[in-house]
C-alpha cells in the first residue's frame, strides 16, 4: 500500500475528511482521548465520501499535526467508522484514509 509523507512543517488537517485512527496505548475512558505525540499521518482524505454526516462529523474531532506533543485525538474519530464502513484497505484509501498514529506518553 501506498504511503504520502507528510512533513512535520504541515500545518493542520481539520476538516479532511473520514478518519481512520490507529492507537497504539491506552486511554482515558473517563473522557474518551488520548494525549501523546502524533508520529504519523498517512493517506490525506479527500472529500470524496459520499456520507455529508460522516464528513462533517471526521472535520470535527481531526486535529492533529505529525510532531504534536499536545495532540488529542479523541474516540469520537472511530464513530465516523458508523456511518461510513468499508470492508477493505482498498476501499478505506478509496475513500480518502487518513491514519494517525499516537506515541502514548
Known sequence: M???P????TDDYRGAGIAMVFIESEYDEDDNRIDGTVT??????????NDPHARETAKAKIQARVGDDDAIVTLGMLSTWEFCRPQTR????????KRITVQAE
Do not use: N
Open 2 to 4: 501506498e504511503t504520502y
Open 90 to 97: 482498498r476501499e478505506w484509501k478509496a475513500m480518502g484514509l
Open 40 to 49: 504519523e499521518i498517512e493517506y490525506i482524505a479527500s472529500e470524496r465520501i
Open 6 to 9: 507528510v512533513s512535520k512543517d
